[in-house]
């Protein structure tokens, strides 16, 4: 299996322009977790679906971020309209049913907002 | 006071010692621990999970201590490559996995 992909890898965009970032869970997985990593906050769960469901998205800053799942195998965090302040690191990580297992990291997107 | 913390270090060791870090958590509702490792510019990974009565994995032992409310992760006959940050996880209830701002650990030669 290749493991979680998102792309793009790196992201530089310029204030008030849309960015979405994509992420592939691997197969089979039933759980996909967006989060957000910065020097300042560590990593912070963003969002999370079970099923294609989004379960939990008490850790979405703003409305400016959105989150869609619309199959097993694709995920898409959008933010409209991007700020610098939302420069940082994106992961999206899966996992499978089972209780207490472990999760998947994708190699991240590092988004850049100038 | 935060639900999990770590110290951030850094911890300056050098090769071949042992060394151990703890990570406090505030829910004694929490069900299940990890440890994490990030290494610079790269995904975290799972280091190990960490069992109620202790598990071992090579020159890696974690801990739990319920009562106090803390885990722990030491590291024997440390290496270079050992040289990271270590991210304590804990699952609060299904899915709400709680992270650490991690440990960092840098192995000196």
């Known amino acids: 299996d290749a493991g979680v992909i998102q792309s793009p890898r790196h992201e530089v965009t310029e204030m008030g322009q849309e960015v979405t970032l994509r992420c592939k869970p691997i197969?089979?997985?039933?759980?996909l977790f967006w989060y957000r990593q910065t020097m300042m906050r560590g990593l912070e769960l963003l969002i999370y679906?079970?099923?294609?469901?989004?379960?939990?998205d008490s850790g979405m800053p703003e409305d400016r971020f959105s989150a869609k799942m619309p199959n097993a195998s694709f995920s898409t965090l959008k933010i409209q309209p991007s700020e610098p302040r939302d420069s940082a690191v994106y992961f999206c990580?899966?996992?499978?049913?089972?209780?207490?297992?472990?999760?998947?990291f994708g190699q991240g997107t590092r988004l850049t907002v100038v | 006071r935060k639900e999990v913390e770590q110290d951030p270090g850094p911890f300056n060791v050098p090769e071949g010692a042992t060394v151990a870090f703890n990570c406090t958590y505030s829910?004694?509702?929490?069900?299940?621990f990890f440890w994490y490792r990030q290494d610079c510019r790269k995904e975290p990974k799972l280091l190990m999970s960490?069992?109620?009565?202790?598990n071992e994995d090579g020159r890696f032992t974690a801990q739990l201590n319920r009562a106090s409310q803390y885990i722990s992760l030491l590291i024997r006959d440390s290496k270079l490559s050992d040289s990271a940050t270590y991210l304590c996880?804990?699952?609060?209830?299904?899915?709400?996995?709680?992270w650490g701002a991690g440990t960092k650990l840098i192995i000196k030669p």
């Open positions: 960490v069992y109620s009565s202790g």
């Open positions: 996880v804990v699952n609060v209830r299904n899915y709400q996995l709680i």
């Open positions: 829910n004694s509702a929490s069900q299940s």
């Open positions: 197969s089979g997985h039933d759980y």
């Open positions: 990580a899966s996992s499978s049913e089972r209780v207490n297992t472990e999760a998947f």
């Open positions: 679906f079970n099923n294609n469901v989004p379960i939990d």
